[in-house]
């Protein structure tokens, strides 16, 4: 859009089918001299207020996490001096957040090679060196989910009872339709009535298809099942629930490579993805969670859920440390909105936000 050097007001129309056209049909833009709007602009200050609302609500729900980052370090970090002390008050606030014992020992082991190295005095130099080592943890794991060229893309959820699995994927259904791919759901939690229940109703809410027998069923029967309808519909995404299990339940973990040997009788790189889903405020259990479901079967990606309320949300540091798996998303809450794509710079600026 252009002005001819006469006109002072531009109207830009844009067809319906096009990008944000569903929330903005016109633009009707005044200026006092010849100039033109950049709409690339308009769509970097739209992504601006995406991004800032997220980054608002995240520190809303990361508050007791960042108390330990924030307040409690900066309160370390507002002395002048650099000594064992201070390490030794890092080190507690770390802990303190469940980072962990063998990732903060790695985080204080830099901190004190780079103040030895350049010699530093500075607490502003040394908090700033703080960050970046966190900040470098997290990017590791900065891998967002990529929905490759396989019909159906097969995602596979695991996890212990009650750390939002069966939500968890039906918000991920939802985000997938929102980027207008076919999803199907399997309901292969056989276990618990309550489990097919719920899965059926994130399945009528988005209209989704739901593969489910009845209670008690073979979990691997109804996946494989939910494979061939997926294939024969050409379905794109295919998410499977699966029964939650302790990590330290032999039989019941046994059973998830029974489902990964059936599914492959189908389709020989299923599962695509098998995502691990951990509660937040379980700790550093969490951490034994995902080392013994790695063991059993190879994760390829975590969601972290319930960040909202716990001062255990540094967890996700040791993970990341540890198994250097891809985390997908975080969930700070019930609603669909309150799971999101991880982003680990947004992520530490808010744990670090006062």
Known sequence: MGSDGNDHKSNINLDKSDGINNQLTSIETNYATPNTVSIN?????????????????????????????????????????????LFDQIETQLLMADVGFETT???????????????????????SKLRADMTAILSLVNKPLVIENKKPFIILMV?????????????????????KKSVMLAAGDTFRAAAVEQLQAWGELNN?????????????????????????????????????RLQNNVSLMEELKKIVRVMKKIDIEAPHEVMLTID?????????????????????????????GTAKGGVIFAIADQFKIPIRYISIGERISDLRAFNSNIFVEAIFSL
Do not use: C
Request: charge should be positive.
């Open 41 to 85: 602009q308009q769509y970097h200050n739209q992504n601006n207020k995406v991004r800032d609302g997220w980054l608002s609500k995240l520190k809303r729900s990361l508050v007791n996490t960042s108390h330990h980052f924030s307040s409690g370090l900066m309160r370390l970090f507002s002395s002048t001096k650099i000594d064992n002390h």
């Open 105 to 127: 020992k790695k985080i204080l082991d830099s901190l004190i090679t780079y103040v030895d190295h350049n010699k530093i005095k500075n607490t502003d130099a040394l908090y």
């Open 159 to 179: 996890g212990v009872n009650g750390a939002g699995k069966t939500t968890t994927i039906g918000k991920i259904a939802h985000q997938y339709q929102v980027e």
């Open 208 to 244: 989704i298809p739901v593969v489910a027998q009845h209670t008690g069923a073979d979990s691997a029967s109804v996946i494989f099942d939910s494979i061939q309808s997926a294939k024969a519909r050409g379905i794109d995404v295919l998410i499977a629930d699966t029964s939650g």
């Open 280 to 308: 937040a405020g379980t700790g550093q259990n969490a951490v034994q969670q995902a080392l013994l479901f790695n063991k059993t079967i190879k994760i390829t990606g975590i969601t972290l859920t319930k960040l909202d």
